[in-house]
């Protein structure tokens, strides 16, 4: 059965088939974090959907060029040209110097990436390994006539570009709509439009990051980089280009422009965004106090948070929801994914040991129930990469392993190459897709004491010996595990 997979392009607002410009090569850039502070879970929530299309589309065979950019200059505290450069007035307030201060948060970054599995891109350059490609795209942009110099800083001319291109392409917006709701410039007089902004900003004295350039010396604006490094590693063409979708309105606008002006082409065949996430239904912020870091997450170190929560459990949860949905972090919801992620992870452990037993004849029913379940898992992934569909197909297959494994159906009553594909396709779509592991936490010896206990606390409450079993159950507790208990007992554990 030929798979097709279709996308969700915010370009066009409509999902397309993707066709690769050159396949099987597939050039993907995504913008990636400012290193000035911790990241954040809602950047998490970008890159962890980023790594499973990334996943998929090497699963799918694709030869994927994945670039991921680390801003370390440029980006100003105001999207908008205002403030300081974030990571020089970090440096400035922590009293060291700006390569500190990106070394720090570029390698934590990179550990929170390896502890939610991520795989890493295929580059990743920084906005100051590339201070040359952006000056030569800022001269490319001036000899077309589509932006202006200021007394040593360079400007791109949004209404001059809009009278012969559709500035407002990816986010749907008329150049009049956008103007109207741009407050005034301000201190800002030497731009000739609102909503003209910097490709190259002259440094006062005091600025710690600047270079010289034919203008003076300055440093690039923040849409710039992005821009100038997908050229060099991509083209000026490429296939996917990614985000939050914080990004959309203005810096991947930014970049739109910033392209056609330079090379007379949209960079990106897709444009592909995450969703936000919230908190109880509100948006995840500092100033309401319940903006949390993924190391708060796992230890469960904040007040709106129970308990901690594995960095699997965590990535699962993210992927309960389509990348282009809004998701609500919740103690229910994050206990609720742990859960679901747990019986799958012990089906995956269970399908490693089990072997076909080809005594018995086929049983068509059983056979058409997980050969459907393996074509679902494509299903969901092919339908613009939707997560939560293939976890329910997943899930029908557990169903299957299970009732393997615990002797409630002889494995015989499928076709060996049925039984193969059953394997293959959980292994791949667990472990290689969707990038899920086994805990960490819970080692094959801590499985086995843990189910040799619940064994005994189960024997003990048969015996009516209530004592023991309480005493099980609270010591357990004592020591950071919680056992669930239902009609047959005690069946299940999580790690508190």
């Given at each position: 059965?030929?798979?097709?997979?279709?996308?969700?392009?915010?370009?066009?607002?409509?999902?397309?088939e993707?066709?690769?410009?050159?396949?099987?090569?597939?050039?993907?850039?995504?913008?990636?974090?400012?290193?000035?502070?911790?990241?954040?879970?809602?950047?998490?929530?970008?890159?962890?959907?980023?790594?499973?299309?990334?996943?998929?589309?090497?699963?799918?065979?694709?030869?994927?060029?994945?670039?991921?950019?680390?801003?370390?200059?440029?980006?100003?505290?105001g999207?908008?040209?205002?403030?300081?450069?974030?990571?020089?007035?970090?440096?400035?307030?922590?009293?060291?110097?700006?390569?500190?201060?990106?070394?720090?948060?570029?390698?934590?970054f990179?550990?929170?990436?390896?502890?939610?599995?991520?795989?890493?891109?295929?580059?990743?350059?920084?906005?100051?390994?590339?201070?040359?490609?952006?000056?030569?795209?800022?001269?490319?942009?001036?000899?077309?006539?589509?932006?202006?110099?200021?007394?040593?800083?360079?400007?791109?001319?949004?209404?001059?570009?809009?009278l012969?291109?559709?500035?407002?392409?990816?986010?749907?917006?008329?150049?009049?709509?956008?103007?109207?709701?741009?407050?005034?410039?301000g201190?800002?007089?030497?731009?000739?439009?609102?909503?003209?902004?910097?490709?190259?900003?002259?440094?006062?004295?005091?600025?710690?990051?600047?270079?010289?350039?034919?203008?003076?010396?300055g440093?690039?604006?923040?849409?710039?980089?992005?821009?100038?490094?997908?050229?060099?590693?991509?083209?000026?063409?490429?296939?996917?280009?990614?985000?939050?979708?914080?990004?959309?309105?203005?810096?991947?606008?930014?970049?739109?422009?910033?392209n056609?002006?330079?090379?007379?082409?949209?960079?990106?065949?897709?444009?592909?965004?995450?969703?936000?996430l919230?908190?109880?239904?509100?948006?995840m912020?500092?100033?309401?106090?319940?903006?949390?870091?993924?190391?708060?997450?796992?230890?469960?170190e904040?007040?709106?948070?129970?308990?901690?929560?594995?960095?699997?459990?965590?990535?699962?949860?993210?992927?309960?929801?389509?990348?282009?949905?809004?998701?609500?972090?919740?103690?229910d919801?994050?206990?609720a994914?742990?859960?679901?992620?747990?019986?799958?992870?012990?089906?995956?452990?269970?399908?490693?040991?089990?072997?076909?037993?080809?005594?018995?004849?086929?049983?068509?029913?059983?056979?058409?129930?997980?050969?459907?379940?393996c074509?679902?898992?494509?299903?969901?992934?092919n339908d613009?990469?939707?997560?939560?569909?293939?976890?329910?197909?997943?899930?029908?297959?557990?169903?299957?392993i299970?009732?393997?494994?615990?002797?409630?159906?002889?494995?015989?009553?499928?076709?060996?190459?049925?039984?193969?594909?059953?394997?293959?396709?959980?292994?791949?779509?667990?472990?290689?897709?969707?990038?899920?592991?086994?805990?960490?936490?819970?080692?094959?010896?801590?499985?086995?004491?843990?189910?040799?206990?619940?064994?005994?606390?189960?024997?003990?409450?048969?015996?009516?010996?209530?004592?023991?079993?309480?005493?099980?159950?609270?010591?357990?507790?004592?020591?950071?595990?919680?056992?669930?208990?239902?009609?047959?007992?005690t069946?299940?554990?999580?790690?508190?």
């Amino acid at each position: 059965m030929e798979q097709k997979l279709f996308v969700y392009n915010t370009l066009t607002r409509k999902k397309e088939e993707f066709i690769p410009l050159d396949a099987p090569h597939v050039g993907m850039y995504v913008c990636g974090p400012t290193v000035y502070s911790d990241v954040h879970l809602g950047n998490c929530r970008t890159f962890i959907s980023f790594d499973l299309i990334f996943r998929y589309l090497l699963h799918l065979g694709y030869k994927v060029r994945y670039v991921r950019n680390i801003t370390d200059a440029g980006h100003l505290e105001g999207d908008a040209d205002e403030g300081e450069d974030k990571v020089s007035k970090k440096a400035r307030l922590s009293q060291l110097e700006p390569m500190e201060i990106v070394q720090k948060y570029t390698v934590d970054f990179h550990e929170v990436m390896k502890t939610f599995n991520a795989l890493p891109p295929s580059i990743e350059p920084t906005a100051t390994g590339h201070i040359i490609e952006q000056i030569e795209l800022v001269k490319a942009i001036l000899d077309t006539g589509y932006a202006y110099e200021v007394d040593g800083s360079v400007y791109f001319d949004v209404e001059k570009y809009n009278l012969t291109q559709d500035y407002g392409i990816l986010n749907g917006r008329k150049l009049e709509d956008m103007l109207n709701n741009t407050r005034t410039l301000g201190g800002q007089n030497e731009k000739h439009g609102k909503l003209d902004f910097a490709l190259w900003i002259k440094a006062k004295p005091e600025h710690l990051m600047k270079w010289p350039s034919p203008w003076g010396v300055g440093f690039p604006g923040w849409h710039l980089e992005c821009s100038a490094m997908s050229n060099k590693y991509l083209g000026h063409k490429f296939d996917i280009h990614g985000g939050g979708m914080d990004l959309m309105a203005t810096h991947h606008t930014n970049e739109i422009a910033q392209n056609v002006a330079s090379c007379g082409n949209n960079p990106a065949t897709y444009w592909l965004h995450t969703n936000m996430l919230t908190v109880n239904g509100q948006k995840m912020s500092k100033s309401l106090g319940n903006s949390f870091l993924p190391e708060q997450l796992f230890k469960g170190e904040h007040e709106l948070l129970t308990r901690g929560y594995g960095p699997m459990a965590v990535r699962f949860f993210f992927m309960q929801a389509s990348y282009r949905s809004t998701v609500d972090f919740s103690n229910d919801a994050l206990e609720a994914a742990e859960k679901f992620y747990k019986h799958l992870a012990k089906a995956a452990k269970k399908l490693s040991a089990l072997q076909q037993n080809t005594l018995v004849a086929v049983d068509g029913e059983a056979e058409s129930a997980i050969i459907a379940a393996c074509e679902d898992c494509y299903n969901g992934m092919n339908d613009n990469f939707n997560s939560p569909k293939t976890l329910e197909a997943l899930n029908n297959l557990s169903k299957s392993i299970n009732s393997f494994a615990d002797g409630t159906r002889n494995s015989g009553a499928v076709s060996a190459e049925t039984f193969d594909r059953m394997k293959k396709t959980y292994n791949d779509f667990f472990y290689d897709v969707l990038g899920l592991k086994q805990d960490d936490n819970q080692s094959g010896d801590t499985e086995g004491l843990l189910g040799l206990i619940v064994d005994l606390r189960n024997q003990a409450k048969v015996n009516k010996d209530y004592a023991t079993s309480d005493k099980i159950r609270e010591g357990l507790k004592q020591i950071g595990f919680q056992l669930n208990d239902n009609k047959q007992g005690t069946t299940d554990w999580v790690k508190l």
